[in-house]
């Protein structure tokens, strides 16, 4: 009798502990949070001295870039395969410059049910 009680005292405490770490890794805030974060220190290091993009006219008048609300449906997991000879890519700026970038790998993931590259 002593054994079954044991068993469900220890199901009882792993449910719980359970419970505490899957709201703890798996909220949404989790995801949220940084990004609203992120956001953040992006429009003040466009407002500093040092960081911004901006002339001094430009940086004094800047107060923040406009976002898209956070959307859950957009967060995607990807799946990275290194490639085994990397190369340099030349992405075109908004300025018609180019800036070159390190081309290390290839993500794929699904949205909305459509596998992408």
């Given amino acids: 009798m002593q054994r079954p009680l044991k068993l469900i005292i220890f199901a009882g405490v792993a449910l719980v502990l ?3 770490v899957q709201d703890a890794l798996f909220n949404d805030d989790n995801y949220i949070k940084p990004l609203l974060k992120e956001r953040e220190d992006k429009d003040l290091s466009f407002r ?3 960081n911004s ?3 001094d006219a430009g940086r004094r008048a800047f107060k923040n ?3 898209y609300e956070p959307n859950l449906a957009y967060r995607v997991q990807a799946k990275i395969e290194k490639l085994a000879q990397q ?3 030349l992405m075109p700026l ?3 410059s ?3 970038y390190l081309r290390y790998g290839v993500a794929s993931f699904e949205l909305q049910n459509e596998s992408k590259s």
């Fill in 87 to 89: 190369d340099t890519l």
């Fill in 48 to 50: 500093s001295r040092t």
């Fill in 18 to 20: 359970f419970y505490f």
């Fill in 53 to 55: 993009p901006f002339d």
């Fill in 94 to 96: 908004t300025n018609g």
């Fill in 98 to 100: 180019y800036e070159p």
């Fill in 65 to 67: 870039l406009v976002y």
